[in-house]
């Protein structure tokens, strides 16, 4: 013992160059090194004696309580040996675990063993907390047991101090010296785990520097390995997508097989993502990085069974999507009380009215399944007015001055808006006075010119309002049809109907048409002389005829 001393002085003196790398052991640490020592002596000691007596005949279970007695001193002593060295070396030893394989496994089996490399990881980042709350953890149960074992080896002094006990001192002793094993030992493991515990807190770091050091190690091995399989992924998807370009480039996909170009578009695209998810989890398989693969198979199960319930509405939506659903691409539409032609659909479909300002809306699948399409009719307009129409509706005259899909703005002729909603515009049923329009005039002439009026009195007419409209006005080629023909007999006069036609371009002047038709009639009646009857009341008084 005195050598072992000896040595270890002697390097602590002359070996100053070691002194950053390794802990000095104090007087108190020898001490119990020493007594520790003396532990490892008496389990070889036992261990030897326990075979000894196991080499001599004896029965069955006397030879198989032996080896269990045996091979349980002989981990004990691996134990003890092993903390011995960690203390003399600085350094905490970690052996490897035992692996054992099993022939067949079950189900639970292959699950876990499919989560160990994300536990795995889990745990190494989490490894410090833990490894300081089972530190802390084990001081205190630790000196727990040292205070139960103190307690007890006062009580075997005592004990060893009364006469009556003197048959029993032998066992006393022996139990005396195994307790003081006891609580040098754990003694020397409270004093190991403070050390450790204070070394591990003296290394705290910052927030920042710790998750420099995990994001360090992070793109180290598995960001290297994430970006290259993003990549595979990306190259591989690209190439399905210029593949694709060649492929439906062909005439028979534009001709005979039109209707199931979308279709077979559509299912291209979800073939090629999964070729290319599955070329990426190939990278990760060639580059052994198995967190990454159980994160991607997991996250794409999680995805999977999370749709579930919503299947049967996809396959409504790609139903309508590959172009096979109650929506059509290119056919009309009603939405929202607007007729629109669908230009494209998908998740979200692109409809559009060309008469509309900004008349383009995205609409989502699952709307668009509670509606139907039908082909478009040639020459159907998709509104019934331009901007810059002249319109007649609900009472108003004015001009279209905005048409968009939320409300249509009308400038009457006085200067005043007039604001609809584009739904309810189209459901008033304005009259388009652009699109050409009729101006039908009724006027009464005095019963005295009853034999004339359908020859004279037509022509005159007829030819008077020729004048004013198409030369004296100059709307010749504006006038597209007069018409003055005997209209009926009224009460007090026989009237004559006057139509105009009139094209678009004097939709401005509908007010003032109507206007000069009353003062050609005025000015007619006053130069052939003819009297403008009126209404009459006769009213007979009593004893009057």
């Not at 005949?57 to 004990?76: A, D, F, G, H, Y």
């Not at 299912?267 to 994160?295: K, Q």
């Not at 995205?362 to 159907?380: F, M, T, V, Y």
């Not at 010119?449 to 004013?468: D, G, R, Y």
Request: proline share 3%; aromatic share 12%; glycine share 4%.
């Amino acid at each position: 013992m005195k050598i072992f001393l000896i040595i270890m002085l002697a390097v602590g003196f002359f070996v100053p160059v070691f002194a950053n790398e390794t802990e000095a052991l104090d007087k108190v640490d020898i001490v119990k090194l020493v007594k520790f020592k003396e532990n490892l002596s008496w389990f070889d000691k036992e261990i030897a004696r326990k075979s000894k007596s196991l080499r001599i005949e004896l029965s069955p279970e006397v030879r198989q309580k032996l080896e269990i007695e045996i091979n349980e001193l002989t981990e004990k002593q691996i134990e003890m040996r092993a903390h011995f060295l960690e203390v003399l070396s600085g350094i905490s030893l970690r052996y490897k675990e035992e692996i054992t394989s099993h022939e067949s496994k079950d189900f639970l089996k292959e699950f876990q063993d499919l989560l160990a490399p994300i536990i795995t990881g889990l745990r190494r980042i989490s490894e410090r907390p833990r490894k300081i709350e089972k530190l802390r953890f084990e001081i205190t149960n630790f000196i727990d047991l040292m205070e139960t074992r103190k307690a007890a080896l006062q009580k075997l002094n005592h004990l060893l101090t009364l006469n009556e006990y003197n048959a029993l001192w032998d066992e006393i002793g022996l139990s005396k010296r195994l307790i003081e094993n006891e609580i040098n030992q754990l003694s020397f493991d409270v004093d190991t785990r403070i050390k450790t515990l204070n070394k591990i807190l003296g290394e705290k770091k910052s927030f920042w520097d710790e998750s420099k050091t995990i994001l360090g190690t992070f793109f180290k091995n598995r960001g290297k390995h994430l970006l290259i399989s993003l990549l595979a992924f990306v190259a591989i998807f690209w190439l399905q997508f210029v593949i694709k370009k060649k492929v439906f480039r062909f005439t028979l996909f534009n001709n005979k097989l039109k209707i199931l170009r979308k279709p077979l578009n559509a299912l291209y695209l979800i073939i090629s993502f999964v070729i290319a998810f599955l070329g990426s989890l190939i990278i990760l398989y060639v580059l052994n990085d198995w967190v990454l693969v159980t994160i991607f198979i997991f996250l794409v199960a999680g995805l999977l069974w999370s749709f579930k319930q919503f299947v049967p509405k996809l396959l409504e939506e790609a139903r309508l999507i590959f172009n096979l659903g109650p929506v059509r691409e290119n056919e009309r539409i009603i939405w929202e009380g607007i007729p629109w032609k669908v230009v494209n659909l998908g998740f979200y479909s692109k409809i559009e009215n060309e008469a509309l300002e900004s008349g383009s809306l995205l609409i989502s699948a699952a709307e668009l399944l509670k509606n139907h399409s039908r082909p478009c009719a040639q020459g159907e307009p998709w509104f019934p007015t331009q901007k810059g129409d002249w319109v007649l509706v609900d009472g108003a005259y004015g001009k279209v001055i905005l048409q968009t899909p939320e409300q249509v703005i009308v400038e009457k002729s006085g200067g005043e808006l007039k604001y609809f909603h584009t739904a309810d515009f189209i459901s008033l049923k304005p009259e388009n006075l652009s699109q050409g329009y009729w101006i039908k005039k009724v006027f009464g002439l005095d019963y005295g010119i009853q034999e004339i009026i359908n020859t004279e009195i037509l022509e005159k007419f007829k030819t008077e309002f020729n004048h004013v409209f198409k030369k004296q006005m100059n709307f010749a080629n504006d006038i597209l049809d007069l018409i003055v023909d005997f209209h009926d007999c009224g009460q007090s006069s026989l009237n004559i109907a006057v139509i105009i036609k009139i094209s678009g371009t004097l939709a401005d002047k509908k007010y003032f048409l109507e206007r000069k038709m009353e003062n050609t009639f005025l000015d007619l009646c006053n130069k052939y002389k003819y009297t403008i009857p009126f209404t009459q009341i006769n009213v007979h008084l009593p004893g009057q005829v």
